[in-house]
C-alpha cells in the first residue's frame, strides 16, 4: 500500500486524508474490542477467521508466483503461499483441535523474526537500526513466553495479537492522515519543493533530514523547461568482477568474487540529461581486497563521498553498465529539487547513504505521483493488483530492512517500470 499512495501522489493523498481518518480510526477501535473482549466465543470466530484469511493470503500468493512467471522473488512467494493455505485450512477447519498449534504458530513466528530482526541489525547497522534490534529483542521475549509459559492460554493469545496488530495498523494510518493533513497546506507554496519535502520527511532516515531540509529553497534551472529520459544504470557485483560463474543469490544481491579473490559489490547511477547525475561513491566502487573488508563495511561510520558529475566520465574510469533502464513518465522537476537537496549531505556510508540508496530515492522522488491521473480508487485498485507492483514492493520491503544493493536496484527499476510506463 504505502508505494501504491506514492506513486499516486501526495496531492491525491490530501484529498483523501479523510478517509484514511475514517479507516484507521475502524482499524484501531475493532482492535480494542478483539482485545478486550476476549471471551470463548469472539476467541472461536477469530480462530475462524484467522484461518480463511491465512488462506485468502496464501492463495494470493501463489497466484502472483504463478503470473510472475518464475525467479527469486516468485518462487519464494509460492513456497510462502503453500504454507499460509496449509495452516489456515487447518486453523479455519479445526479451530478447537489446533488450539495447541495456535500459539505455537505465533512463538515460531516471533523467534524466527526475532532472530533476523537482532542479528540484522547488529550485524548492517542499517538505518534505525536500534529500533529494529529492541523489536527483535521484544519478538524474542513474546516468542519464548509463548512457548513456555502461554501454550495454554490460547483463550487470550490469539484475540490479543490480532487485536493488537489491527490496532498498529490504524494508527499507523491516523498517523499518516495526520501528516498528510499538514501538507500542500499554503497557496503560494512551491508544489515541486512541497512534493519533494513530503517525500524526504517520509522516506528518508530521520539522522539525515535536518540538512536535507535546510537551507533556502534551490533557485530555478535555466534548462527546468527540457530534459532527457530518466535512465538508471546498474553495475552488477558479477559485471565488475568479470565472473563466469553463475550467479547465486549472494552475488546477486551483495557481492561477488573475482579471479584475483577480490570482493566486487556494483554501483547503480541515475542519469537525466542535461543537468542530472547521481552517482554516489566513496572514491572506489570496484571492490574490496578481501572478506574482512567486506565484514568492516557492513558495520561502517560515515565516511567522505564524492558525486561523480556525468556518465561519461565515469565509464571512462569505470566500465560500462551491466544494464540501463529506461523511464519516460515522471517529474523531472521534482527529480531536480530532490536532488538539490539530497546532494547538500556528501557523506558516504555503506548502509545508509550509498549509491543504491541514493539512486533509489531519486526514482521514487521522481515517480511520485506519476500516477496521479485518472480516478483515484480506479487506479489504486490497478495498483493493488498489478504483479509487477508486488514484485518491486517485496524488493523495497527487503531493501528498507537492510540495505539497497545494485541487483536490489535492477529488479526494483524493472519492476516498476513495468507499472508507470505500461
Sequence with gaps: MN???????????????WYFTALGSLLTLVGLFIVVDASDKVTLISLEAFGWVLVVIGLAKVAFSLLAGGGGTPMFYSFQGAVFVILGIAIADFPQESENAIPWFFAMAFLINGVYQTASSLIIRYPNWAWFLVSGVGHLLFGGLLLLEWKHSITWVVPLFLGAGLILMGLTTLRTALRLGRYLQGEHADEFEVAARYFLDFHVAGRFRKNYLSGEPAAPSDVSNRHGDLLIHVWTPTTVAKSHVHPNIVSRYVAAQDNEGKFAVGHSALEMGPDVYISHCDGDPTAFDNSNEVWKTLRSK?????????????????????????????????????????????????????????????????????????????????????????????????????????????????????????
Design 302 to 422: 560515515d565516511a567522505p563521498g564524492i558525486f561523480y558529475p556525468s556518465f561519461e566520465e565515469e565509464i571512462s574510469s569505470y566500465m560500462l553498465p551491466s544494464a540501463t533502464i529506461r523511464f519516460r513518465n515522471f517529474s523531472a522537476e521534482q527529480l531536480r529539487t530532490f536532488w538539490a537537496m539530497y546532494r547538500r549531505v556528501t557523506c558516504y556510508n555503506f548502509t545508509n547513504r550509498n549509491c543504491s540508496v541514493a539512486v533509489a530515492l531519486a526514482l521514487e522522488a521522481a515517480l511520485m505521483g506519476s500516477l496521479s491521473k485518472g480516478k483515484r480508487f480506479r487506479t489504486l485498485m490497478y495498483l493493488m493488483s498489478s504483479k509487477d507492483l508486488w514484485v518491486a514492493h517485496f524488493v523495497r520491503w527487503k531493501a528498507r530492512e537492510a540495505v539497497w544493493t545494485p541487483g536490489m536496484i535492477l529488479e526494483y527499476a524493472v519492476a516498476l517500470q513495468r507499472v508507470v510506463e505500461e
Design 3 to 17: 508505494l501504491a499512495l506514492l506513486l499516486l501522489g501526495p496531492g491525491n493523498l490530501y484529498r483523501s486524508r
